[in-house]
């Protein structure tokens, strides 16, 4: 059985709802983005709608529907799409949050400056002070963790604009009420009582690596080693790295649900970056509301999972309870069948009591007339035990009721 958040569709399934519904739509509801379910597609071999399809149906022009091409194995094939894994929203959530959205769009736009500012927001300065001390990779890039400020991988070259962009987040998140958790993992940014892990890094521009002349004499020894020894040998494919990496001036910032594990898919939020012709800059009002409306629905999921702990307590809770009642119970039956056994015992006594009596009449000093008295007392003693008082006693010393028993 699949999890909510995974769902399976043959080829030609897969195909119907990508020419029904609009991508945006459709992968909004498998929670995944536009790129993400047209990649799908791709895989596959599913065409889908171009730009400006749903726009010319809509009015009426003739569009054109490419057929699915048939592939070996369509009918074994299964496409698993799996999602982020969002709560159920429902028309509460969604008024919530169209609530919190406005609330936030009534403060101005988010506006990076173009210049360094005299000041940075503390949080900016954090970040700052932490990749003053960290040294760059083989790559040319700095990383930045530190507590109090935003976990940050940059090149040289990026600094400056991404300190930038911190500075104006930080401060909007400000303005609208919202507040910072330092961690260890970096700053957090806390939007009504819910953490989210904030990150930038830049993204990696990747080139076949030409090797140099030891690195080809590196190879040729390693293949007539595998050519000699099998390739198991060694595991290495080759003796020098496949890809260069290098910066390319491009951001990408993230945000993820602090109150789940991060590893885990359904905790991204989401990822803003540098667009053709839209930089990451001139839109931070578009993760701003998504963190708000994220928000609301994550405070809903804790509310819900607060309310089936409390109630998995208190199912735990009445069981034990239950269980010490019937605990109770058990001693208070073994108490009576205790305390009757003795009875039977002062009654068998009482009357060999009385068959002594009769028997052996008065004496002065006899062992029997010694043994008689014996009785007598030992009949006095558990006489004393089955009175009313001493079987009061006797319960509440071991604990046989309590209030909810009565």
Sequence with gaps: MLPDHCRAFTREELYALVWETPISRLAKSFGLSNVGLRKICKRHNIPTPPLGYWAKL??????????????D?????????????R???TPEIEANQA????????????????????????????????????????????KAHANDGVCLAVSGGSVDRALRIIDAFARAAEVRGHGFEDHAGGIRVVIHEVPFEWSIHEIKDKKEHEPTA??????????????????AYSRRPRAYRAWDYSPSGRLSMTF???????????????????????RLEDYLDEPMTALVAAAVAIRRRLAEVAEKKRLEEEEREFRRQAEVRRDRQRKRR??????????????????????????IGAGRGQPTDRLFDELGLLLQTMEAEFAREAIDLAAARLGLFADDDM
């Design 58 to 71: 809509a009015h009426g022009k003739k569009v054109r529907r490419p057929a699915l091409v048939a592939e």
């Design 73 to 85: 194995g369509d009918r074994s094939v299964s496409i698993r799409i799996v999602g982020r894994c």
């Design 87 to 89: 709560a159920h929203i």
């Design 99 to 142: 609530a919190a959205i406005a609330a936030s769009q009534r403060h101005p736009s988010i506006t990076v400056a173009g210049d360094r500012p005299p000041r940075f927001h503390p949080i900016a300065a954090a970040t700052a002070r932490a990749l003053r001390t960290a040294k760059r990779d083989q790559e040319g890039f700095k």
């Design 214 to 231: 030891s690195e080809v004499s590196a190879q040729t020894k390693l293949e007539a080693q595998q050519a000699q020894w099998g390739r």
């Design 256 to 278: 993820k649900d602090a109150t789940i594990p991060s590893w885990r898919r359904e905790a991204l939020v989401g990822s803003w970056r540098d667009r053709k012709g839209r």
């Design 334 to 359: 073994d108490f009576l069948i205790n305390m009757a056994d003795e009875y039977a015992r002062y009654r068998r006594l009482n009357d060999f009591a009385v068959h002594l009596k009769k028997e």
